[in-house]
């Protein structure tokens, strides 16, 4: 850990001009770029900047990071985000329980070693995050954490009604003193009545879709970018949760169904309309139910329209371009060494063995063999099952009955 040397007052030294040298850092910290203050939002006003919260952007300077002397070589490289909004304290005790057991090595249940590279780490408890938020209300949020689990920062909210804490993800942008609320379990009786009764679109998304709210999707605008999205409606949020990322609402129920149906025209001039089949009922009757949300990598799914999401950005979206500075960091958070297949022997990998830099002229392979490389289940999606055409040869019924 980073702590600060011993102050040289007190000391007796043997130089003048020694004497009024001040106590200095054990690491001097350099910004590339300080961050500009963070003004509160008020809940009484709307500011479609802080509602619709845009994706994170880099500005003139790169992105913040943040950089230490090198007085060891183990932080000559270490590069950190800057996040001096995080709350310096321990988490509350009642909201986390101890990571303990097998799991921390990568086993199964039954002892076996299903994921590699896992093992040691420092010792940790578990936040207890709530992903459903089904509890309604305004909450306050009290502080934002580090959860040292996951790469997004959590907050730390309070219900104004039942005074009761919880864990929730942080939106990037949030901060002490906002207040989020959850419209899961429905539209509140005093936003019934503002809107006089009948719900109206304009409304309900000027009110609602705010920074850290949790909506069902359609209650989200189109074009909202969401994140924390939920899969199966009554069940928490399970997409875009690290850091950074974040959804796009492309279309909803109600806007997508455009199929128009086919009209015949009669003799007598009048128009028929066509009935439409089993199938593209099936097909108007799934689009009403569900909507279309685009992800960072450009899969577009349809996820039922009340599943849950959050509006806004998952925070802390320079965690991508932190640097660790030394390996013995990697061990502090579980992660154990990877070796080469090539540096190891021909007992322990396909590629092992040999005298020099090579894997004894074999296809690129997985440690148990699997083809890794140009082979199975690494081609193009057309190359793989291509149909073979096969000429057909006429009349050879009749030649193998004997007809000429």
């Not at 509160?40 to 845009?54: L, N, R, V």
């Not at 128009?260 to 009403?288: C, F, H, M």
């Not at 139910?289 to 349809?302: M, N």
């Not at 329209?305 to 013995?328: E, F, I, M, W």
Request: charged share 25%; proline share 7%; hydrophobic share 30%.
């Amino acid at each position: 850990m980073l702590q600060p040397r011993f102050a040289l007052t007190g000391l007796r030294l043997p130089f003048r001009c020694l004497s009024s040298v001040s106590s200095r850092g054990y690491a001097t910290v350099s910004h590339e770029q300080e961050k500009p203050p963070v003004e509160e939002s008020s809940s009484s006003t709307f500011d479609p900047s802080i509602a619709f919260a845009p994706p994170p952007t880099r500005d003139d300077a790169g992105v913040l990071l943040r950089s230490y002397k090198p007085r060891t070589p183990g932080i000559r490289h270490l590069r950190r985000p800057v996040n001096d909004h995080l709350w310096k304290g321990r988490p509350v005790h009642k909201l986390t329980f101890p990571k303990r057991g097998q799991g921390k090595g990568g086993r199964n249940n039954t002892g076996r070693v299903t994921v590699r590279h896992r093992g040691g780490g420092h010792k940790r408890r578990i936040r207890i995050v709530d992903f459903a938020r089904i509890a309604p209300g305004p909450h306050l949020v009290e502080r934002i954490e580090h959860d040292p689990g996951r790469s997004a920062h959590i907050a730390l909210v309070r219900s104004q009604d039942t005074q009761k804490l919880s864990y929730i993800l942080a939106a990037e942008g949030m901060r002490a003193g906002d207040v989020v609320q959850s419209y899961m379990s429905g539209i509140p009786e005093d936003l019934w009545k503002s809107m006089g009764g009948t719900v109206d679109p304009g409304v309900l998304a000027a009110r609602t879709a705010w920074r850290g709210n949790c909506l069902p999707l359609h209650m989200i605008p189109v074009g909202t970018l969401i994140f924390n999205v939920g899969l199966r409606p009554g069940k928490g949020g399970q997409l875009c949760r690290s850091a950074g990322t974040y959804a796009t609402v492309i279309s909803k129920g109600s806007d997508s169904q455009s199929r128009a149906k086919e009209v015949n025209t009669q003799e007598d001039g009048t128009e028929e309309q066509k009935p439409l089949s089993q199938r593209e009922k099936q097909k108007q009757e799934r689009i009403a139910q569900h909507v279309t949300i685009r992800l960072q990598s450009g899969e577009v799914r349809l996820i039922h329209k009340d599943c849950c999401a959050t509006v806004g950005v998952a925070s802390n979206p320079n965690h991508q371009y932190r640097q660790l500075g030394k390996a013995g960091r990697s061990r502090w958070l579980n992660i154990r060494p990877t070796v080469r297949g090539l540096a190891m022997n021909a007992a322990d990998h396909p590629h092992g063995g040999g005298r020099g830099k090579s894997k004894g002229n074999v296809d690129p392979k997985s440690p148990w063999g699997l083809p890794a490389k140009s082979g199975y289940k690494t081609r193009p999606k057309w190359k793989i099952n291509k149909a073979v055409v096969v000429p057909r040869v006429r009349n050879q019924g009749k030649r193998r009955r004997g007809y000429n």
